[in-house]
C-alpha cells in the first residue's frame, strides 16, 4: 500500500452545494387534513387504535416521533377540562442492539441538542388530553409506565407505526395526492403543528420553545410561515399607533 506524502484535500476545488432548508408548506397537512388521518390511523385495526393517541402527540404537542415512542401516563397532566401539559425529557432512536447496553435495538437519550437531564414542558389541547385518557383507559401501560409499545410489547419502532401510517394516508388521500409528498411521513404531523402555532400569533420565540428548537433553526425551517403573518402584524401595531 502506498502512502501519501500529504493530504490532498486543501488541492480539491469543490463547493459543497447550496440547500434550501425551508419546509414545503404544500405538503404539511393543515389542520382538517391532519385530523382526517389521525382518525384514519384509529380505523386501521387494533394497533390502529393503540397508535392512535401515538399521531395525536406528534400533532398536537410536536413532539418528534422519538420523543413519542417513550411517553409515560406519568408525563401528563390531565384534567378533566381544559387544557393540559406534557413534560418531554427523552427520545428513543432505533440503532441496533449490537449499540445499546441494554441489547435492545433501541436506545433512549436525552431530548434532541440539550443537556441529558433538559427537559421541555408542552400545553396540550384539549383534545388530546381526551386522546390520551381514552388511550390509558382502553390500552393501559407497560410495566415501566410507557403509553405505546410494540406488537409484543416491545419498544415501539418507526417500521411499525410507519406501516400503520402509510395505510391511514392512503385511506385519506387522492390516487393523485398519494403520489406526491403530501403528509409522506409521520414527521409531518409535527411540521403542521409548528407552521399551525406560528399561524395562530404565537410568538416565534415561544414556537421554539414548545418545538424544541432554537429561533434560528425556527425562522430557517419556517420562514414562509413567520413572514406570512407580517401583515396582520403591520396592523395590530398600526392600531396601536393611533
Not at 440547500?19 to 389542520?31: A, H, K, Q, S
Not at 420523543?67 to 440503532?95: C, K, N
Not at 433512549?108 to 385518557?133: M, Y
Request: aromatic residues 8%; charged residues 30%; contains cysteine.
Amino acid at each position: 500500500m502506498e502512502r501519501l506524502p500529504s493530504l490532498p484535500l486543501a488541492k480539491v476545488d469543490w463547493t459543497p452545494p447550496e440547500t434550501d432548508d425551508e419546509i414545503d408548506f404544500r405538503y404539511v397537512p393543515g389542520p382538517a387534513l391532519a385530523r382526517k388521518l389521525i382518525d384514519a390511523v384509529g380505523a386501521q385495526g387494533d394497533r390502529g387504535r393503540h397508535l392512535k393517541a401515538f399521531f395525536g402527540c406528534i400533532y398536537y404537542a410536536a413532539t418528534r416521533p422519538g420523543e413519542a415512542v417513550t411517553l409515560r401516563a406519568s408525563d401528563f397532566t390531565l384534567p378533566e377540562e381544559g387544557w393540559g401539559q406534557v413534560v418531554l425529557s427523552s427520545s428513543s432512536a432505533r440503532v441496533g442492539s449490537d449499540w445499546t447496553d441494554s441489547g435492545e435495538s433501541y436506545d433512549s437519550r436525552g431530548l434532541k441538542k440539550r443537556a441529558r437531564r433538559a427537559t421541555r414542558e408542552v400545553p396540550i389541547p384539549p383534545v388530546l388530553v381526551r386522546l390520551i385518557r381514552e388511550h390509558i383507559d382502553e390500552f393501559g401501560t407497560t410495566e415501566d409506565g410507557r403509553l405505546f409499545r410494540a406488537v409484543r410489547n416491545g419498544g415501539l419502532l418507526s417500521k411499525e407505526y410507519g406501516d400503520v401510517w402509510k395505510a391511514a394516508r392512503l385511506s385519506v388521500l387522492t390516487e393523485q395526492e398519494a403520489k406526491t409528498p403530501l403528509a409522506e411521513v409521520p414527521y409531518g404531523l409535527r411540521a403542521a403543528c409548528v407552521s399551525l402555532w406560528l399561524e395562530s400569533g404565537v410568538s416565534p420565540a415561544e414556537v421554539a420553545r414548545r418545538a424544541g428548537h432554537s429561533i434560528a433553526v425556527l425562522f430557517r425551517f419556517y420562514a414562509e410561515a413567520i413572514h406570512g403573518s407580517e401583515d396582520r402584524d403591520n396592523a395590530l401595531i398600526e392600531s396601536r399607533l393611533l
